[in-house]
């Protein structure tokens, strides 16, 4: 049974720092792709960022240049520094992990089939 458990949620000031991690576990390869989505009360989920294989990452406009999503694929994390964070960053964070798709990876939350339960990030103003 696959298994993504994100930690690292919590409150803040806005301006100040989080950093989420993803602990992959009932896998037998790492190499796909992998994503963090966002959904905020009373808002659509959408995609923060996602990562393939090679490091390549796409990113959500709104977070460019604060946020930056790496991995760790020797130890089965995902992981997103969120820096100069925004009352607007509020919202469920989830990770996901595409099937087997390692490269072209997908925007949609629907192409994901593995997704954790979430972790909340609160930023205050």
């Known amino acids: 049974q696959v298994l993504l458990v994100e930690s690292g949620g919590g409150s803040v000031q806005a301006g100040g720092s989080l950093r989420l991690s993803c602990a992959v576990s009932g896998v037998l390869y790492s190499r796909v792709c992998m994503g963090w989505f966002r959904q905020a009360p009373g808002k659509e989920r959408e995609m923060v960022a996602i990562i393939d294989t090679d490091g390549g990452a796409s990113y959500a406009d709104s977070v460019k240049g604060r946020f930056t999503i790496s991995r760790d694929d020797a130890k089965n994390t995902l992981y997103l520094q969120m820096n100069s964070l925004k009352s607007d960053d509020t919202a469920m964070y989830y990770c996901?992990?595409?099937?087997?798709?390692?490269?072209?990876?997908?925007?949609?939350?629907?192409?994901?089939?593995?997704r954790g339960q979430g972790t909340q990030v609160t930023v205050s103003s």
């Open positions: 996901t992990r595409d099937r087997f798709r390692g490269r072209g990876c997908g925007g949609s939350w629907d192409e994901y089939l593995y």
